[in-house]
């Protein structure tokens, strides 16, 4: 038997052992653990911070000039018709919620007509005229529609406003604009409680670095002049593409993502994530984790005290049934339910044991076959059973392309849809094949599409839509070129490793085509439907939404020339 003191020494050595091998390990991959916790969790911030910035930036800028594109519109059809502007006004409110307001002027920006009635007259100080307005200034310079910065109004008090405008053109010269004010608010406070309610916080600057908006954690005012670089973009920025940074002390004396966009209209979303949230995560985890080491190692401590305390107990039964055992005397089975843990009590009993264990060998051999053949059938079973699955796996792969193929079709034209052209497109940007692949954009638009519409009814538009897709189909040149259906009458063309005279060339028999087939259109151009196309080249497929929105420019010139034509 183990002395009483010699005993205890083997307690507390075991119990060293056992908790430097249990909290060692332990530690070291808490501690990893947590590190790689907060590396993803940092870079999973940044990234959707980035996103969402994008998002937002979008999402504004699709509000603003889906809006922009209504006074364009009102400007353009009104440009040559009376002066009576009441009804048109109102209309132009009720159809576009988020304008508070809206006005006509003349060419020297006298109101001569405004909506509500009851705005501009509210006031016996109110202007009459808007000519030192920078959303009247510009139209009249550049003849395009504007979308102005930061400005405070004067008809409607001090409220925070931007406006757009679109300037009323009359035989090719400037007659006055057409006006709406939105307030700030409109557009920003929804996303902007979103974004605080996550912690986050929104800033929104116009052209001159100034505050649209500012949520209420940040030190910002409407108007106020933000000279920060780190939340101010520089130089030429791809459009809602966010550039973000990790900025030390840039919310008081904390840290945050911040990601900038560009928008549209030429102002800055800057979208501020703050690492605190991530850090009290990493915390509370960290707490976590220091509570289940303790309780392991109590655990450890109580398994190990009474597990010794056992074998010390039971050592000295199992050396009498080891040593019965040897000289074929019935052994006590009730004193070997512990099994012990002296070794070397058990290897003298060993050697009295091996001639009696031979006669083992034999059971244990066939045992061993019998679990050879299992496995081998087993293994049989595994093997078919991997067939069936991979088998359902491919088909399964196979609906999914289907369904993926199917989705991205337009049902109508059988081109591409948004969807499909956005997959089509970033194809193109990640293939290393296409980096030094010149690539022109077409942006096709069916001239007076909506008075086709109204004149011969849907079906026979969407009969059109069909023929100007066939006719398009037949113009590409092999699987590399794009045709995709982006709008009601709207499409868009990619054609690779094509330069500047290729793309005019295909454009110009594209219209050609279209006209020559001689359908039928009394309210079009020559009595028959035609189309405007917009063509933009660039050295590689890298900044494609800039190629889009140059070819969407070259479209806007082409209608502004007389539509039938193209524009470059």
């Not at 479209?555 to 539509?563: D, E, F, I, V």
Request: proline share 4%; aromatic share 6%; hydrophobic share 40%.
């Amino acid at each position: 038997m183990v002395s009483p003191g010699q005993s205890w020494s083997l307690r507390r050595r075991f119990t060293q052992l056992l908790l430097f091998a249990a909290l060692v390990p332990a530690l070291l991959f808490s501690g990893v653990m947590l590190w790689q916790q907060y590396q993803s969790e940092h870079r999973s911030l940044g990234e959707q911070t980035g996103l969402s910035a994008s998002l937002t930036a979008s999402s504004i800028d699709d509000f603003i000039h889906s809006r922009l594109a209504g006074m364009a519109m009102l400007a353009q059809n009104r440009g040559n018709g009376s002066d009576d502007w009441s009804a048109d006004l109102d209309s132009l409110l009720a159809a576009y919620p988020g304008l508070i307001s809206a006005l006509v002027t003349d060419r020297d920006g006298r109101i001569i007509a405004h909506a509500p009635s009851t705005v501009v007259m509210q006031r016996d100080d109110a202007p009459r005229s808007v000519a030192d307005r920078e959303y009247f200034r510009n139209p009249e310079r550049h003849l395009r529609p504007y979308v102005s910065n930061a400005f405070q109004g004067r008809a409607l008090g001090e409220d925070p406003l931007v406006a757009i405008s679109a300037p009323i053109i009359r035989n090719g010269d400037f007659n006055g604009i057409v006006e709406a004010s939105i307030h700030v608010e409109t557009f920003v406070d929804q996303r902007g409680d979103v974004f605080r309610s996550r912690g986050y916080e929104m800033l929104l600057l116009d052209r001159r670095g100034r505050i649209i908006h500012a949520t209420e954690g940040l030190p910002y005012r409407f108007l106020d002049i933000v000279d920060d670089p780190r939340l101010t973009l520089q130089g030429e920025v791809p459009l809602h593409l966010a550039r973000t940074s990790f900025e030390r002390r840039i919310l008081g004396d904390g840290n945050a993502f911040v990601s900038r966009s560009r928008m549209r209209s030429g102002w800055t979303l800057v979208l501020l994530a703050p690492d605190r949230q991530l850090l009290e995560t990493i915390s509370r985890n960290t707490l976590v984790l220091v509570a289940l080491l303790i309780l392991i190692s109590l655990g450890v401590l109580a398994a190990t005290w009474a597990q010794l305390r056992a074998l010390a107990s039971g050592t000295g039964r199992l050396l009498d049934a080891l040593r019965n055992f040897a000289v074929g005397a019935p052994v006590d089975r009730d004193g070997t339910d512990r099994m012990p843990m002296e070794l070397q009590p058990v290897a003298d009993a060993v050697s009295e044991l091996s001639d009696r264990l031979s006669r083992a060998y034999g059971e244990l051999n066939a045992s061993l076959d019998e679990q050879r053949r299992l496995a081998a059938s087993l293994q049989t079973v595994i093997e078919e059973r991997d067939d069936e699955i991979a088998a359902r796996t491919a088909d399964l792969r196979q609906a999914v392309e289907e369904l993926e193929r199917v989705a991205s079709i337009d049902a109508l034209t059988g081109a591409l849809n948004v969807r499909g052209f956005r997959r089509a497109v970033n194809a193109l940007v990640e293939e290393p094949e296409y980096d030094d692949t010149s690539i022109a954009a077409l942006i096709v638009d069916v001239d007076h599409f909506k008075a086709y519409n109204d004149r011969y009814g849907h079906p026979a538009g969407d009969t059109v839509l069909k023929r100007v897709v066939g006719i398009m189909t037949s113009l590409l040149r092999g699987p590399g070129d794009v045709l995709a259906r982006v709008g009601g009458e709207e499409f868009a063309i990619l054609l690779c490793d094509a330069d500047e005279g290729i793309a005019t060339e295909v454009a110009q028999r594209l219209s050609s085509n279209v006209r020559n087939t001689g359908i039928p259109h009394a309210d079009g151009i020559h009595g028959v439907v035609t189309i405007s196309i917009g063509v933009a080249v660039q050295p590689s497929p890298q900044f494609m939404d800039r190629l889009l929105s140059q070819a969407d420019e070259a479209l806007y010139r082409a209608k502004r020339n007389g539509r039938d034509r193209v524009g470059v």
